[in-house]
């Protein structure tokens, strides 16, 4: 059983899908394991670090992905990576399938079993594995610190001979686990913290943290969260009165956070251009849904702007691949725990159970077609 680690071809992503620690944990699976030469350097793991754990470096992805029964990433592999993908092999990685069906039908076209990390289910068991969670808890904590950098200000209130500095205000839009990991940052930073979501069942988390909750609790409000804990889209007149109450405290804040993402959509839009112009100069805005269209009409993918009122908007892509060690070693324990459930412990090869929810929920290809009933190609 032969394991392929390969570097990610966007120069953007610094992650890296195996650290050390996995790589002898894989080991002991009985895999042998391929380390692309400058893998994990982005993530400060140089390769005798690879070689020392058990793995083997090689020169080219080529090289890697000989032979190759497993092949695990960070990104979704591009269109020469595919190419060279063993038929048959499994590649697990964060896909990003939505709107990127061309790409699904290539693996599908490769023969390859492709699973898209990012659609684990939410279910006990697999919570080890939910690359989602790693991730967005480490952009959360990212966004808080992104914000303070951006911001003229200390964040703690601090009583000095030379006067009292008043504590910062941070507003958090959208409370899952970025959004938490940022509340719970910020107010470690000493900030006050008031945030807002549309499921009422983050109210008691929001206040457990020590933040204060903002929101419309009318009857939609009550309602307004699926089976599987994401938030539902809101009524065009529960937008409305949301908006009117958020435009109000707006105005007084001086760092807010958005986080707001609906799997397969586009990101709501929360904060308008008549917001932004309601903040002092000096206020910050972070918003980490802008590779999906962005919460703030004014954010920009990869940009800070500045608006003419003074008002910093950060969009940094990627931002969980601004810590990428962490971001790294938490991505790889996830793809160790997925990788376990499938190897016959005894034969040391992969024994995949096509019936198994984890297996159904995470397999986009298999056999050369597409299986998942979200991007099954239409008739």
């Known amino acids: ?133 790693s991730q967005a808890n480490l952009a959360g904590y990212r966004a808080v610190i992104d914000g303070a950098g951006e911001y003229g200000r200390a964040l703690p209130m601090m009583m000095t001979a030379a006067g009292t500095v008043p504590a910062a205000k941070i507003f958090v839009m959208g409370v899952g686990v970025a959004g938490l990991q940022a509340i719970a940052t910020a107010r470690r930073l000493g900030a006050i913290v008031t ?83 309601s903040m002092r100069a000096g206020s910050v805005i972070v918003d980490l849904a802008v590779e999906r269209g962005g919460n703030c009409e004014m954010a920009r993918p990869g940009e800070t702007v500045v608006t003419p009122n003074g008002v910093r908007i950060v969009g940094h892509l990627n931002v969980a691949g601004r810590i990428p060690a962490t971001a790294s070693s938490l991505y790889a324990r996830n793809l160790y725990a997925f990788l376990e459930t499938l190897i016959d412990k005894d034969n040391k090869a992969l024994a995949i159970d096509w019936d198994d929810e984890i297996v159904k929920a995470t397999c986009l290809t298999r056999d050369g077609a597409v299986v998942h009933p979200n991007f099954q190609a239409k008739a």
């Open 1 to 133: 059983m032969r394991i392929a680690i390969l570097d990610e071809s966007p120069a953007s992503e610094p992650r890296v899908a195996a650290t050390p620690e996995t790589v002898k944990k894989f080991i002991v699976l009985g895999a042998e394991l391929a380390v692309q030469k400058g893998a994990g350097l982005a993530s400060g793991i140089v390769d005798a670090d690879y070689e020392a754990a058990g793995a083997t470096v090689a020169k080219t992805a080529k090289e890697a992905l000989k032979g190759a029964d497993i092949v695990l990433k960070v990104r979704r592999p591009g269109e020469a990576e595919i190419k060279a993908l063993p038929a048959g092999a499994l590649v697990a990685a964060m896909m990003d399938p939505y709107g990127n069906e061309a790409a699904v039908q290539a693996l599908a076209e490769a023969k390859v079993n492709a699973f898209a990390m990012e659609f684990m289910p939410r279910i006990t068991r697999a919570q080890v594995m939910d690359v989602l969670s």
């Open 195 to 277: 945030a807002t979501d549309v499921r009422p069942a983050t109210k008691e988390q929001v206040e457990s943290l020590g933040a204060k909750f903002l929101a419309v609790e009318d009857e939609e409000f009550q309602q307004a969260q699926t089976a599987g804990g994401y938030a539902k889209e809101m009524s065009k007149d529960y937008q409305a009165k949301q908006a009117a109450l958020v435009a109000s405290h707006i105005a007084k804040q001086d760092i807010v956070i958005t986080t707001a993402l609906i799997p397969g959509r586009s990101a709501p839009r929360l904060i308008s251009k008549e917001m932004v112009e």
